[in-house]
C-alpha cells in the first residue's frame, strides 16, 4: 500500500488507528514527488522542511487528542492563495519573489484544522487560462497522457492529486477553473457558492466571479475539505452569513424524490461525440438511481462567453493596476521616470495572456465604451442569473458535459486563444450566476483521457451535488482510477 495514493479519508483512518503518522505519509508523497515531479511539473514551489515540521507537530496534537479535523493530511496549495513565509506568485513573473506576510483565510482555517502543506502548485499566470500554458514557470502535464495540457487555471492543482503527489489540494474557479483541470485529470473538482467560502488572501483574478474551492480524489474529501473551508469570514466584503451544514449527511446514495435537469443548450454544436456519449451514461445511471430526468432550458448560455470575456477582464484590469513596481512584486531598476518604471515592470512582469486581458478589459471600461461593453455583459449576466432561477424551479441539480472536449495536446492551441476561450462555455455560466458547480469523472475518451460531468445546483446547495456525486461515484466506478506514470 503506497500512502501517497490514499485518501484523505482512508489516510484519517490509519492515522486514527497508530498504522501510519502524519510524519509518514508528508515523506512518502515526497517521495512520489520526487519520483514523478520531473514528468508532471505540477508545483512551482515545494515546503519540504516546514511541512515535515508540521507533520511532526501534528503526530503531537493527535497524541495529545487536539488534533483537528485534517490533522496531519497533507495538501497542495494553488499558488494564487496567500501562505504567510511562503512564495506565492500567481503563476507570474511580476510576483516572482513575493512571500506573503499573512496567511488567506483558507490556509489559516487549513493549518487550524492541522493540515500540512506541501507546497504551491502551478496554474495559468493570475489564473487567466485553460490549459495552463500560460504560467511563467513552465507547463504542467496531464499525469494521463504527459503530452497533453491538465486544464486550467488549477491544472498544478489537478495534476498533482491525479499523479499522488498529495492526497488534495485548493484551486480557485473564475470561469471553470477548478472544474475543468479535475475533468481533464479524472479527479473530483467543487466550485462553492460565491461567498460560500472566503476570498480574503486569494490574489484577485476577477472579485465577483473567483471563488476558492477542493480538487480532491473522491467525492468523500470534497466534503471533508469544503467543510473545513467554507464560513462566514468579516475580512471579505463578499462572505455570505449562511449556515454551514454538515456535509458528510450528503454522502448518501440513492435519488429517490430528486429532479435532474439537463439543459439542451449544453448538447449543441461543438460537443465532441465522445464527451456527450460518456454524460449521456451519466445521466442515465442517475436516473436508475431513482432521479426523475427532465430536459430544461438555460436560453442565454450562447452569451455567457462573450460577457465573461468583458466582465472578468474589467474587473481584471482594475485589480492588477496594483503590480506597478512600486510597492512590492517586479520592480525595474532602469527606468527614468515613474511612468518608464510602470511601462518596464508591467511589461516585463506580464505574461502575453494577462497583457491582452487587461487591455481588453481597460478598452471595455473606457469613456465611451462602457454602456456598450461592460454595462450590458452586466445585464446579460443578470439574463443569466435569471435562466438558473427558472431552472431550478423545475429541478433539483442540472447535468451537463464540463467542457466541450476532452484535454487538448500541449501547444496545439497556444495560437488560438478564442478557441481556448471556448473550451469554457459550459462552466462560465455558473460563475457568472454565482451558483455551485462540480466535476465528477465519469468515464474515458478512446484515447484513455478522462471525461468529467458536471453538477450545478441552486445557490447554497453544494449539499444536493455532493448527494448526486457520490451516487455517480458509487454506480459508475470511475472515481479511484489511476493514471500509469
Request: hydrophobic letters at 40%; aromatic letters at 8%; glycine letters at 10%.
Amino acid at each position: 500500500m503506497e500512502l501517497s495514493s490514499l485518501t484523505i479519508h482512508e489516510v484519517q483512518e490509519l492515522l486514527a488507528r497508530g498504522e501510519a503518522s502524519s510524519v509518514e505519509v508528508t515523506e512518502a508523497v515526497y517521495a512520489r514527488m520526487a519520483a514523478v515531479e520531473p514528468k508532471v511539473a505540477a508545483y512551482i514551489t515545494e515546503n519540504r522542511d516546514e511541512a515535515l515540521a508540521q507533520a511532526a507537530q501534528a503526530d503531537e496534537r493527535r497524541a495529545a487528542g487536539t488534533g483537528g479535523a485534517l490533522c496531519g493530511v497533507p495538501l497542495a496549495i494553488k499558488d494564487v492563495i496567500c501562505t504567510k513565509g511562503l512564495r506565492t506568485t500567481a503563476g507570474s513573473r511580476i510576483l516572482e519573489n513575493f512571500v506573503p506576510p499573512y496567511d488567506a483565510t483558507v490556509m489559516e482555517k487549513l493549518k487550524g484544522a492541522g493540515a500540512v502543506c506541501l507546497g504551491k502548485v502551478s496554474m495559468d499566470e493570475f489564473a487567466m487560462g485553460s490549459g495552463n500554458e500560460n504560467c511563467a514557470f513552465g507547463t504542467p502535464h496531464n499525469p494521463w497522457n504527459l503530452d497533453y495540457i491538465c486544464g486550467g487555471s488549477s491544472g498544478g492543482s489537478a495534476a498533482a492529486v491525479a499523479a499522488d503527489e498529495c492526497l488534495a489540494a485548493l484551486g480557485s474557479d473564475t470561469g471553470g477553473s477548478i472544474r475543468q483541470p479535475a475533468s481533464h485529470c479524472g479527479m473530483v473538482g467543487l466550485k462553492p457558492t460565491y461567498g460560500r467560502v472566503s476570498r480574503f488572501g486569494l490574489l484577485a483574478f476577477a472579485s465577483s466571479l473567483d471563488q476558492i474551492g477542493p480538487i480532491t480524489k473522491d467525492v468523500t474529501d470534497a466534503a471533508l475539505l469544503l467543510q473545513a473551508l467554507a464560513g462566514y469570514d468579516p475580512r471579505d466584503s463578499t462572505s455570505a452569513r449562511v449556515e454551514t451544514p454538515d456535509y458528510s449527511q450528503a454522502l448518501v446514495e440513492g435519488l429517490a424524490g430528486l429532479t435532474v435537469g439537463v439543459p439542451a443548450e449544453y448538447f449543441g454544436a461543438g460537443l465532441d461525440p465522445e464527451v456527450e456519449k460518456v454524460v449521456r451514461h451519466g445521466i442515465a445511471t442517475l436516473q436508475d438511481a431513482g432521479a426523475q430526468v427532465r430536459e430544461v432550458s438555460l436560453p442565454h448560455t450562447e452569451y455567457g462567453v462573450a460577457a465573461y470575456y468583458i466582465i472578468a477582464p474589467a474587473e481584471a484590469s482594475s485589480n492588477l493596476a496594483r503590480y506597478d513596481g512600486v510597492r512590492y512584486g517586479r520592480r525595474d531598476m532602469d527606468a527614468d521616470s515613474l511612468v518608464d518604471l510602470y511601462r518596464r515592470s508591467r511589461s516585463q512582469g506580464f505574461g502575453d495572456e494577462v497583457k491582452r486581458r487587461i487591455l481588453i478589459g481597460t478598452y471595455a471600461l473606457s469613456s465611451g465604451y462602457y454602456d456598450a461593453y461592460y454595462k450590458k455583459a452586466s445585464q446579460v449576466r443578470t439574463l443569466i442569473v435569471e435562466d438558473y432561477k427558472d431552472a431550478f424551479r423545475q429541478c433539483d441539480v442540472l447535468v451537463s458535459p464540463v467542457t466541450p472536449t476532452p484535454a487538448w495536446k500541449i501547444g496545439d492551441k497556444v495560437s488560438d486563444p478564442l478557441s481556448v476561450y471556448l473550451s469554457d462555455l459550459l462552466t462560465i455560466p455558473a460563475n457568472l450566476a454565482g451558483v455551485p458547480g462540480m466535476s465528477v469523472p465519469c468515464g474515458f475518451s478512446s484515447a484513455g483521457l478522462p471525461i468529467g460531468i458536471q453538477l450545478q445546483a441552486s445557490h447554497f446547495s453544494e449539499a444536493i451535488l455532493l448527494r448526486v456525486a457520490y451516487t455517480l461515484e458509487k454506480r459508475l466506478g470511475v472515481v479511484g482510477k489511476k493514471p500509469a506514470l
